[in-house]
Every structure is written in C-alpha cells, then in structure tokens.
C-alpha cells in the first residue's frame, strides 16, 4: 500500500524532488524540440551553409582558432569530414544548451525549479538560436563554444584556489577562439553572480576583493584568446580579415568606443524594431518592456534593501546594475556590424530577471508570492510567442527553398533544351545581380521576419551568393563554367533578353550563354 501511493503521489512532488539545475536542462531540451523541431528534422540550406556543407566556416582569419581545432578533433574522432547534419547537430546544440543553462542555474543559486525551466527554456527558444539553424554546419561548435564559456566561469566563480580560476581564464578564452559573440555570455555571468552575492547580503568589502579576482581572470580569458589567435595565424602565415571589424580591434579611438558604449545602453532599453539584430519581434517587444520593468522595480526593492544594511554594499550593487546592460550588449561595443549570430548576451536579460524575482523579499507573504508568478507568467508568456516565432522562420524557409529548387529546375530544363546544346559546353552566367522574374511568388505574410538566415524575400533567396552552390547542390545542376566578361564583345549578347523571356538562352560560340 506504501508503494502504491508513492507512485501516485502528485506531479508536483514529483518535480519538487528534481534539482533545480536539471529542470534547467530538461525546460532547454523541451523548450528547444518544440521551436526547433521543425529545423531538426528538415535540411534549410542556403547561403553560408550551402557553401559550408562539409566545412566548419571560417576560422582563423576570423580570430576563430579554436574552431580550427574543433575542426581537426572532429575528423579524428570520426575519420571522415565535417557534415551539416539538422538532427545530429542539432541534438549536440540543445544538449549543450541544456548544460550550459544547468551550470548557469547552480552558480546563480536558483531556488525555484518552475523558473530554473524557465531559464533553459529562454536559452532555447531565443532567436539566436534559430538563426543559427539557418548555418546547421557550424552551429554545434558555437553551441559548445557557449558551454565552455559557462563551465569557465562556473570555474572562475566557484572555483577555490588560482589552479582552477586559470582552468576557467583558459577555457573561457577558448570559448572566445570558437565565436567571439559569446564574451558577452562570460561578462554577465560574473556580473551576475556577484549581483546575487550582494542582494544575499555579502559585504561590499569582500565583494570588492574578490571583483578583483575575477577582473583578472576576465583580462586573462582575454589574453589567452588573444595569444592563440596569433600564434595559429603566425603558424599558418596568415592575416586577421576586416569582417566585422576584427583587424581594427583595439586600434580605434576612445571616442569611437564611447559612443559605441552608449549604443549598447540604448540598445538595452530601447532596443531598435525589424532591424538584423531584433530579438523581441512583433509583440515580444512589449512583453520583453514588461519584464524589464519588473527587472527594474525588483532591482530599487533589493537596492534599498542594501542601502539599509550598509552604503556601500548598495552603491556596489548599483555599480554592478548599472554596468549589466553593458555587458548583455558589449558586442555593439566590440563590432562595428552586428546581426542576429552576435546577440546571444541578450539573454541574460532573463536570467537577471529570474534571479531577481527567485530571491528579493517582499512583505507581506503574498507579495512574496505574487512576484516570482508575475515574473514566471512574463517569461512564459514571451517563450510560447518566440516558439511561435521560431516555426514562423522555418515555414518561410520551407516554401522559399522549394520555390528556388523549382525555379532552378525550370532554368535547367531551359538550359538543356536550347537549340544546339550540348553535355559538355560550358556555361556563362550573365547579370545574375540584377535577376527579375515577375512570376517569382513571394509571401508577403511572411515579409515581417527580420531574422539573420530568413530576413529576405523570395527573389533574394533565389539570388543569393551562393546561388550556384544551391544549382548544382540542390538541383543536381554542375557544370564549368565562364566567366561573364567571356561574352562582352559578342554582338549577340547585346540583342538578348533577359531571363526568363524567350531568347535569353542561347548556345553561341561552344558556350550557353544565360542573360539574366
């Protein structure tokens, strides 16, 4: 009879026996099936990953050594090559997810499980992620690159002893040396945690000693990131590239990082609409402005609790508050470009939010109560929208992709029944920039996504970079093919039409020639 009622007690003693950090995991595996299924179990490919197929992107003229080495493990380990696998990475990418969010809700001392899941569930559902799906070929290495952020500072904050804050200072760097956008992620998190240090009521004395500590450590992730990016560049006789700004990193003038500061602040409470770095679409945007009032209103309720125990501990407090948004944005600061890819620090925007809301005290009881379900309903609320949002860009996806396979199998089929065509001639692409195709159907339902990966319409999706990777990829379409300036003198070219009218393909001179 015992074990008979013990296994119908209720689900919520059930889940009251898991520890917070596994909720944090098991709310990221959930969250992450439910807005990335649909990107799991397809392949979207285009742009980067269709060039990227069987590459691991670029590495370090992009300052990203240590996915250079991410690179070399792989094939060791597996004996063949790199692969955009949808459902291999993308299970290798919320595994770590769920980790990282594990690690981040024991640092942080997260009491209540409900907001732990909610935690790993925001680390899922965030757009980034889902841009990052739209470059399935990298996307499990910036997702291990997100874990060992977090694991180096779990180290370089719980760690006892300088051993293993060096182990943290050396893993966070390598983090760096996989994608710099997640410096930002290792910034907040020590922010953070000494924030939920002060509010539990550590003096500001030893909280200053030990900021110190962690300053330091902070320097040397930077140093350690900085030293393998030119000792990898040196051993293979190569130069940083100007992509994002990476060969002006610390040449700039004060100024210029002045004002890019003030555009982070800005950025934090007033973040810029349909834009590539939007992430708080549609009405996520004035639920988001709600929780950061929450954020806000929590955070005087702790300062004045601090003020009334000691001065100085409140104005560390609010020194540390303050210099938050910062550290959520510092990637405005370090790039002159930023897109959806770079703005993973944004979501420690709810962690602050949840460590606030786990632990301010309130009076009477029941304000006690009210705020943590306040602040879970907020985020809640703000997760069920983005996984809507997620499947919005992976239906877009789906249909534009298909339509530029038709497309492209249509211009084959053109292409092969030209007059005089020939299996072996070559092929000259002509004004591909400049392709107009009136009878392209573009959803105009679907024109509001901004997000990196998914930001362009129909003809932009026909018409990317990598348009002839997609040709012969996709559409099983390869040939050689010459350049345009091959026909310029050609009187015939001048008298053609252009794609998809009548004459715009023809077989002249051993070469088909399209005029796009």
């Known amino acids: ?25 098991a709310g990221a595996l959930l969250a992450g099936l439910a807005a990335h299924g649909m990107g799991m179990l397809n392949k979207y490919s285009w742009h980067d990953d269709i060039q990227g197929l069987f590459l691991t992107g670029a590495t370090i003229t992009s300052g990203r050594w240590m996915l250079h080495v991410l690179g070399w493990l792989e094939v060791l380990l597996f004996g063949d090559g790199h692969f955009s696998l949808p459902l291999v990475n993308g299970l290798v990418s919320l595994i770590c997810i769920g980790l990282s969010a594990g690690c981040m ?32 070929f990298t996307i499990h290495y910036y997702m291990i690159s997100l874990l060992m952020m977090t694991c180096g500072a779990y180290l370089i904050l719980e760690g006892r002893g ?20 997640f410096l930002p992620v290792g910034l907040a998190l020590i922010l953070l945690w000494n924030i939920v240090r002060l509010t539990e009521g550590e003096e500001a004395g030893e909280a200053w000693k030990r900021l110190g500590i962690h300053a330091l450590c902070f320097l040397g992730m930077l140093a350690v990131y900085a030293a393998g990016s030119r000792l990898f560049l040196t051993l293979h006789h190569l130069e940083l590239d100007s992509y994002m700004g990476l060969s002006q ?49 929590l955070s005087v309720r702790c300062l004045i609790r601090a003020w009334k125990q000691s001065r100085g501990t409140a104005l560390l407090l609010l020194l540390l508050l303050a210099a938050f948004p910062l550290a959520c944005n ?63 860009c992976y239906l877009k996806a789906e249909f534009q992709q298909q339509e530029a396979i038709t497309w492209y199998t249509a211009l084959i089929s053109k292409i092969k029944s030209a007059e005089g065509y020939r299996d072996e001639l070559p092929v000259i692409w002509r004004n591909m920039e400049e392709m107009d195709d009136q009878t392209l159907y573009n959803m105009d339902e679907l024109n509001f996504l901004h997000l990196s990966g998914y930001e362009q319409d129909v ?26 300036e091959t026909a310029d003198d050609w009187p015939e070219v001048r008298e053609m039409p252009h794609y998809p009218d009548d004459g715009s393909i023809r077989v002249l001179h051993d070469a088909v020639v399209v005029n796009f």
Not at 166 to 177: E, P, R, S
Not at 475 to 483: M, Q, R
Request: proline share 5%; charged share 15%; hydrophobic share 50%.
């Open 459 to 484: 003809r932009g999706y026909v018409s990317n970079w990598a348009w002839e990777w997609f040709l012969a990829r996709w559409c099983g379409f390869s040939t050689a093919v010459l350049p345009p």
């Open 105 to 136: 809700a024991r640092m942080l001392r997260i009491r209540s499980r409900g907001l732990s899941a909610l935690m790993g569930g925001g680390m899922s559902v965030f757009p980034v992620i889902t841009a990052l799906f739209g470059f399935t």
């Open 249 to 297: 990193a610390g040449s700039l003038s004060p100024l210029v990082y002045l004002q890019r500061m003030g555009r982070a602040w800005r950025e934090f409470f007033l973040p810029t609409r349909n834009v590539l770095w939007d992430m708080y679409p549609q009405h996520i945007y004035y639920l988001r402005q709600g929780m950061l009032l929450l954020t806000a209103a």
């Open 1 to 25: 009879m015992e074990e008979n009622r013990g296994e119908n007690r209720p689900l919520s003693q059930l889940l009251s026996a898991i520890p917070a950090p596994w909720m944090a995991f």
């Open 162 to 181: 300088g051993l293993r804050k060096t182990a943290g200072a050396l893993l966070g760097g390598c983090a760096v040396g996989i994608y710099q956008a």
């Open 330 to 392: 510092l990637i405005f600061v370090l790039s002159e470009e930023v897109h959806s890819l770079m703005t993973y620090g944004q979501v420690m925007q709810l962690a602050l939010l949840i460590c606030l809301a786990d632990r301010t005290e309130f009076s009477p009881a029941k304000i006690r109560r009210i705020v943590p379900r306040a602040a879970a309903l907020l985020l809640s609320l703000t997760f069920l929208m983005y996984v809507r949002f997620d499947n919005q």
